[in-house]
């Protein structure tokens, strides 16, 4: 076979990760789970490092931030997986996305001494991305800690400045959709409006119109 058709494997995977969040669009959540079990979970994927955790964590924490059942055993096997690739603080995307593992899984000492190591070169000046990258850690485990007011808090300062963790806008979108949910969840429901309005006003989303009519 010609080379240039063979498919891209790091791309065949983000593709059907796009696909799992179009899945999740229409809340097919069978659907995007299916997904994850063919190309996402660490069993199949065949991404490299970087891509194969923030690929797999995003599409299981969107699952769960927009009330989809997440067996924790996916959970669990792709924390497993993500530890041995990213076991120390250093790559902002990575350890955010590592915070998520953390946060779901419930462990609270790996994502301490990483907040510990990220928060020192904040504070020596070594972390070029800034202090957002500890609030949104923060504000993932308060969140699952089912802390939402607390989650709220912490992300509400670091929304303007969730493009210095890197990623694209699909990637970072996560970071605003678990804001959102977290304002249903304490009951600031008119909050929620105002900027889910602001966004269907951007762009078309059959997620942001269920999302807008449930807080109404």
């Not at 462990?107 to 928060?119: D, T």
């Not at 485990?141 to 670091?158: I, K, T």
């Not at 979108?173 to 009951?187: C, H, K, Q």
């Amino acid at each position: 076979m010609d080379p240039f058709l063979r498919p891209c494997r790091h791309l065949h995977g983000h593709i059907r990760w796009h696909q799992a969040l179009g899945a999740l669009e229409h809340g097919d959540a069978a659907r995007a789970l299916a997904i994850y079990a063919d190309v996402l979970q660490p069993a199949a994927t065949q991404a490299p490092p970087l891509n194969a955790i923030t690929d797999g964590a995003s599409l299981l924490w969107r699952l769960g931030a927009y009330g989809h059942a997440v067996p924790n055993e996916l959970w669990t096997k792709a924390d497993a997986a993500a530890q041995k690739l990213f076991p120390k603080a250093g790559l902002p995307f990575a350890d955010v996305h590592m915070a998520l593992f953390a946060a779901a899984t419930q462990n609270q000492e790996a994502l301490a001494a990483r907040l510990a190591v990220i928060e020192q070169r904040v504070a020596e000046g070594k972390l070029p991305a800034g202090p957002v990258v500890p609030a949104i850690c923060r504000a993932m485990r308060d969140f699952a800690d089912e802390d939402f007011a607390a989650c709220v808090r912490a992300l509400e300062p670091a929304l303007t400045e969730v493009v210095r963790i890197g990623g694209s806008h699909a990637q970072r979108e996560l970071i605003e959709d678990t804001f959102i949910v977290a304002l249903m969840r304490s009951g600031e429901l008119a909050r929620a409006r105002a900027l889910l309005d602001t966004r269907l006003h951007r762009r078309p989303s059959l997620r942001d119109a269920r999302w807008q009519a449930a807080s109404a």
